[in-house]
């Protein structure tokens, strides 16, 4: 079962240019994540958002949780080739004890 | 910080026999570990979530007699693919949620384990 849905799935890109990558659930989360995973590895967690509305910059990486909790963002200005990879949203709905992955956005910039 | 150490890495098994995959959480105690399957170029799609000392919960479409999973103390959870066939070959993860009123909930996530059945 995956509650959260990512888009778009597939994204290839010029280095330079900026992306947004969207990650969006009927379920309300207490919590968002978002992480970032190298093929054949685990994934690497990048920022936990908490506040319905909280946005939070990691150098050129920009995270926004949906007011309502039920949606996040990621933005990427500048990308580079090194930001090649897969993202992935991730969160425990309120009710239950699971966590749960979105459906993962593969992003390649192309130098 | 904290380590979550999945062994093996790779096993190669052969159709109908089983393989267990086990997950160690080595400097904390987790209360809960999660286990995922992982196809090529797509998510982390959760299989099961096991809480020390009870049953697994399983997602919907997860064959719990197929796929085993132990959770008998707090450091350690297996995972035993019975009567693997090919289409079981897949990058399975374990992940563990560290316990305790000052963990913040923060959740550990394994190497992985590539496993191939021929």
């Known amino acids: 079962t995956q509650l959260l849905e990512q888009s778009p799935q597939f994204l290839s890109i010029q280095e330079g240019e900026n992306l947004t990558v969207y990650c969006n659930s009927s379920s309300v989360f207490s919590s968002l994540q978002w992480y970032r995973q190298e093929p054949g590895e685990g994934p690497v967690l990048l920022v936990t958002?908490?506040?319905?509305?909280e946005v939070k910059k990691l150098k050129r990486l920009t995270f926004q949780f949906g007011d309502a909790r039920k949606d996040s963002s990621l933005h990427i200005t500048a990308a580079q080739p090194g930001d090649t990879g897969l993202y992935l949203c991730a969160g425990a709905p309120r009710t239950g004890n699971q966590f749960y992955f979105g459906t993962g956005t593969s992003l390649t910039v192309i130098p | 910080g904290a380590v979550v150490s999945q062994h093996p890495s790779r096993v190669i098994c052969k159709s109908g026999t089983s393989v267990k995959i086990e997950c160690r959480s080595l400097d904390f105690q987790a209360t809960t570990m999660f286990w995922y399957r992982q196809f090529p170029k797509q998510s982390l799609m959760l299989m099961a979530t096991?809480?020390?000392?009870?049953?697994?919960?399983?997602e919907q479409g997860v064959e719990k007699d197929k796929f085993l999973i132990n959770h008998a103390s707090l450091t350690l959870s297996t995972l035993t693919v019975t009567s693997a066939h090919p289409e079981d070959s897949s990058f399975y993860i374990c992940s563990a949620r560290a316990g305790g009123p000052n963990s913040g909930n923060t959740i550990y996530f394994g190497e992985g384990s590539w496993l191939t059945v021929v």
């Open positions: 096991s809480n020390e000392g009870s049953k697994a919960t399983y």
């Open positions: 958002v908490v506040t319905g509305g």
